[in-house]
């Protein structure tokens, strides 16, 4: 009776979900603030495992490959240095030199254009600084809003780096509050998981886990609002 009713159900469900989880599809939940304002503390984001490739459940094997992850992308990916899953922004492709010089990223020696934004547009979700600044990168082509933290201690200048065959350089959108590529090196094709494309739910960390109802179901993709005029890009 137990084996027919829980056991057997059980099993069945794990045996077809398991590999889905695995190979097809996912959910990350993100417990910092390092692709803020994209992403807060407490989103759980959707994970598009089959955006890249199809691999072997529960390894990192191909068994096909249709695209590569591009810029502006976020990509779900194991760290080079401990294999930890992150979410970080792709802001080199192979080929690339990337550089940053006083918080302006360089790409392939030029200079991306910036967007200021209003900080009240996000100044109820950013805690850690008392003046953040805001603004839209202009990723070639790939806009995305990105966070400066000019109170915190950071890494503000960097490289260049040339990224090599099959490797990719990741940053988070907060800029002066992320552990990325600058700090753990390129990041392997193979160790990449899929791109996350979605807000599924949300949860306040420093309010007890309200949900933040606004947030669920928000695509990752960025829409510039109004409030904005361009930056000077001089590094």
Do not use: C
């Not at 692709?35 to 990192?60: C, Q, R």
């Not at 600044?133 to 950071?154: T, W």
């Amino acid at each position: 009776m137990l084996w027919r009713e829980w056991i057997l159900p059980f099993g069945l469900f794990f045996m077809v979900m398991a590999p889905l989880k695995s190979a097809v599809v996912d959910w990350n939940w993100v417990p910092s603030g390092s692709m803020k304002p994209t992403i807060l503390e407490g989103d759980l984001v959707w994970v598009n495992k089959l955006a890249y490739d199809l691999k072997v459940p529960f390894t990192t094997q191909h068994l096909a490959r249709w695209s590569d992850p591009r810029r502006g992308d976020v990509a779900v990916f194991f760290s080079p240095k401990d294999g930890t899953r992150l979410v970080k922004r792709v802001i080199g492709v192979p080929g690339d030199t990337v550089e940053l010089r006083n918080e302006v990223l360089y790409l392939n020696g030029t200079p991306q254009r910036y967007t200021a934004l209003a900080p009240e547009l996000f100044k109820p979700e950013i805690r850690e600084d008392k003046n953040p600044l805001l603004a839209v990168e202009h990723l070639a082509g790939a806009d995305h809003a990105i966070l400066v933290l000019p109170g915190r201690p950071a890494v503000r200048s960097f490289g260049p780096v040339v990224v090599g065959p099959d490797q990719y350089f990741m940053m988070g959108d907060s800029r002066d509050n992320s552990f990325d590529s600058r700090f753990f090196g390129l990041v392997p094709r193979v160790a990449v998981v899929g791109r996350a494309t979605t807000v599924l739910a949300s949860f306040d960390l420093a309010r007890y886990l309200r949900p933040r109802m606004s947030r669920f179901f928000q695509s990752l993709t960025f829409v510039e609002p109004p409030q904005s005029h361009p930056l000077s890009a001089a590094g």
